[in-house]
């Protein structure tokens, strides 16, 4: 999560992800979550209970927005522009770094052979954790490589 430094340029500071999207925050309480609203990603909503989880369940979000989706990444939407529409006037705005090379936007579909043992653990995990079984293969693939 960046911060906006609103004393000097109005530009992100803090280390940076590959994309800063503006995000739409509707405060939450004690018995209600912090909503979240992307503007550039249209129908694109998340929630948390708490400011530390936002980035995380941001990222989530946009993720499985655009999971096998053939479209091109949105460039982000001056504040100036989004802070002047009418919506947008009860919450706060964030700037969120996204990791861009984790959204999925134009699926290769590929074959592969697993014991059936495996697959149905694969589709238990993925369904207990509202994901595809392909979504879960490539993030597991993905932490793996990281982990490398």
């Known amino acids: 999560m960046r911060r906006i430094d609103k004393s000097n340029t109005g530009k992100p500071v803090g280390n940076g992800g590959n994309h800063a999207v503006p995000v739409y925050v509707h405060v939450g309480d004690d018995t209600h979550a912090h909503g979240v609203t992307v503007p550039d990603f249209p129908g694109c909503y998340s929630a948390a209970d708490s400011w530390d989880k936002l980035p995380t369940k941001i990222q989530e979000a ?51 052979s697993l014991p059936e043992g495996l697959v149905k ?24 490589m990281e982990r490398q």
């Open 62 to 112: 946009i993720e499985v927005y655009c999971e096998g989706e053939d479209m091109d990444i949105p460039a982000p939407t001056p504040l100036e522009v989004l802070t002047a529409q009418p919506e947008y006037q009860d919450g706060v705005w964030l700037l969120v770094d996204v990791d861009v090379s984790q959204l999925t936007t134009r699926p290769v579909r590929l074959n592969v």
């Open 121 to 144: 653990r694969i589709d238990a995990y993925a369904k207990a954790h509202h994901l595809s079984r392909s979504g879960f293969l490539a993030k597991a693939a993905v932490s793996e």
